[in-house]
Each structure stands twice: as C-alpha cells, then as structure tokens.
C-alpha cells in the first residue's frame, strides 16, 4: 500500500534561484536546476550533511554535524505577494530572500505536511522537510536594497515562508515545470 497519497494539486515553477556557497543569502536567478542527492552543486546549502544552526539547538550543540533536509527553500507565489503587502510593498525579489523555487498553484504551501513529496513529469522529486521560519537574514538583504523594510520581513513572512526541502530523486527542474503534490496518508496528531 502506497503511504503518500497523490492529491489534486500541482505546482506551476515561476521561478529558480541559486544561492551560491560562501557569499550573501542573495540567490542568483536561473532557467534551470540540476539537483543531486546533495541538492544543488556549489549551492550555501549543498551536502548530504550539515552543521546544526540555531533551528536544533534544543537538539544538538551549535555545528554539531547532522543529516542536511534544508538543501532547498521552496517558496509560493501567493504567499510572497502577501509578505510584500505586508511589508508595505507592491512587490518582493524572491532573489532577497534566498529562495530556490518560487511555486504557483498550491494553496496554504507553507503548511504542507512534512514528509510531503513534490515531484516533475520526469521524475525528480523532493521531499517536505518543515516550514521555513522567518529569520532576520533575508531582512538584510532587503535592507540593501530598500532602506527601512527589512526589519519589516520577519514579521510579514510569519507563516508565509514557505518549506524547507531536500532531493530524494535527482533530476533537473526547469522553469514551466509542473510538480504533483503527494502528502503522507496518516492522519493529524491528536495527542
């Protein structure tokens, strides 16, 4: 029995990005990736592993290595539209945010359920880690770009930022690609 279930959502990709290792969260906008198990190659992000951040800290100690399921940040378009007027703004560069894929089609995107599946016609899949907090890094890069409204993310991308991801299938994903929603077939935890 199959435990993800195919739902009737699919995502259109409106948009690529590329955060390249060792510089600012700013990503660079591309036509196309080409994802490995260890996400994006010369990606901030790229590695079967990681050292732990601030996320896990009730976890593990600060660098402590672990498995890597923050190889992509996955973002929908509506929901950076509702960030922006949040902010005050009629627009926002998903670029500043350090976004890798920007989706249309998907209603409620930032609460998928973990462990759902997102995959393209040629089969490149990836899997749903969690919702992707805010954090006051992206606000630095709009700071640069408009003085006065980066404090102002933060606040505005409060259950909008969409997921974290990592590639359980590799493959390429272009711009026009169409990814299928699969979400786990359990119910909700009731505790």
Known sequence: MAVLQQTEHEGEVVWLGHVPAGGSLRAQPVE?????????????????????????LNLYPRGTEIR??????????KELARI??????????????GVSIVLRGIPDFTHVPPSSRLQSGAGTTLTVDMENLPCVLPGREIEKERPGKGGAFKPAAEGRRGVTAWVERPGPLLLGDRLRLFIPAQRAWTP
């Open 68 to 77: 890597n399921v923050r190889q992509l940040t996955i973002l929908s378009e």
């Open 84 to 97: 922006a007027a949040a902010m005050g703004e009629d627009s926002l560069d998903p670029a500043l945010l």
């Open 32 to 56: 196309r990736l080409d994802l490995g198990f260890s996400g994006v190659a010369g990606g901030r992000h790229d590695g079967m592993l990681r050292p732990s951040c601030s996320r896990v």
